[in-house]
């Protein structure tokens, strides 16, 4: 019989060499043995890969640290952060490269072979066209050809063609938006039909596909029809002020299936285009950038009313956000019940300096009244006590 202890030690010796044999072994993939072994990948792969990656971003910190000391504009700043970065990593990437060179060795090309041969196996087939994990791998930069042949040729129509001819902003975006995405279109399908994929069986396997997703699909399918409808009708247009449910900004960008809005305190919201298309806008750059803003004030009952609304005319006369062909008004609106009030309007050229605007109005109605003497009330009590209430105590404090 073996003790225990025995056992134990026979254990213990066991264990080592296990380990040992595991590092040593050269490493296999069901059929595919690869040149290397589990020591030899952790030496010659993993450990300079982690140590490459903390270099890379030690470096990537002490460079932003040195640009933010450098005295530059913030422009020339983020460029020179941005090459920084891209050619980090590039750097990082072809050391990746010649890592992964140098653990196959010679047999490199060999085993990216077997590798594209195993991830070319057809996951779907459809009469002539069969779709692998190759084919979606590459319909990732179709995807991004796509996006980018269409920011581009909008950029073109907007800079020489669209703007030389006089059209307005409005028509220019709707008109840019839909070459954006025409281009956009016609580039994809040429591209999956490039690497290999049948556009008649992918309306096919799409039907199949609309099945299953259409109901989970409803609001982003919506979304995408009120995209279109934003772009042809053209209800907002990039650089609107607009007001949407409570939320009040300018839109910095119009996609297919939802709108980017930033907002006065630079808040960035993500409207769904159903929204904007279902929903009451407040466009306040529709036909015109000019708005008309109301400050309100309330004088004394002794005030000379004439002389008030005078004082008032003359104190906006000089607002540099003001329309100068539209003069400033002002007009008695109510009797209080401590004060007379005033209401003054004045139309401003933009929109976007409406708070501003209403700011510097407010400043200068409060030193034209504190330099002509008029005087801006507020609400007075007065406690009045009945001589009968004789048993409520009255204490006097010194």
């Known amino acids: 019989m073996i003790s225990l202890k025995e056992n134990i030690n026979r254990r213990k010796l066991i264990l080592p060499d296990l380990l040992i044999a595991f590092f040593n072994k050269p490493l296999a993939l069901g059929a595919i043995s690869f040149p290397f072994t589990p020591l030899h990948l952790l030496l010659v792969f993993v450990l300079p890969l982690v140590c490459a990656f903390v270099i890379y971003r030690l470096l990537l910190r002490g460079g932003r640290k040195l640009l933010f000391t450098l005295k530059i504009q913030d422009e020339m700043k983020e460029k020179i952060g941005h090459w920084y970065r891209l050619i980090l990593r590039l750097i990082y990437l072809f050391l990746i490269i010649g890592l992964i060179s140098r653990l196959f060795g010679a047999k490199l090309f060999e085993y990216w072979r077997l590798f594209y041969s195993a991830l070319n196996q057809p996951l779907i087939k459809s009469g002539d066209t069969s779709i692998s994990f190759v084919t979606i791998i590459l319909t990732i930069p179709v995807f991004y050809l796509a996006s980018w042949a269409g920011r581009i040729s909008k950029g073109m129509m907007n800079q020489s063609f669209l703007r030389r001819i006089g059209i307005d902003e409005a028509k220019q975006f709707s008109l840019a938006n839909l070459l954006r995405y025409s ?187 504190q330099t002509k003497g008029i005087e801006i009330p507020f609400p007075q009590l007065d406690l009045h006590l009945k001589d009968g209430d004789n048993d409520l105590p009255l204490h006097r404090q010194s």
């Open 183 to 369: 281009v956009m279109f016609i580039v994809l399908l040429i591209g999956l039909s490039v690497i290999g994929i049948n556009l008649s069986a992918l309306t096919v396997i799409f039907g199949v596909l609309g099945l299953g997703l259409g109901f989970g699909l409803q609001n982003v399918v919506a979304n995408f029809f009120a995209g279109v409808v934003i772009i042809i009708t053209r209800p907002i247009k990039e650089g609107d002020f607009i007001i949407v449910e409570g939320n009040e900004g300018s839109v910095v960008q119009i996609r297919i299936i939802s709108t980017v809005i930033n907002t006065l305190m630079n808040e960035t919201i993500i409207v769904p285009n159903s929204q904007l298309v279902s929903n009451t806008v407040y466009n306040n750059t529709y036909d015109d950038k000019s708005v008309l803003i109301r400050n309100d004030i309330g004088v004394s009952y002794r005030s000379d009313v004439e002389r008030v609304v005078e004082i008032l005319e003359t104190a906006i006369i000089s607002c540099p956000f003001r329309r100068k062909d539209k003069a400033p008004a002002v007009r008695l609106k109510e009797f209080g019940s401590s004060s007379i009030n005033f209401a003054v309007f004045t139309w401003i050229k933009d929109v976007h300096d409406k708070y501003v605007a209403h700011h510097w109005i407010n400043m200068e109605i409060w030193k034209a009244c």
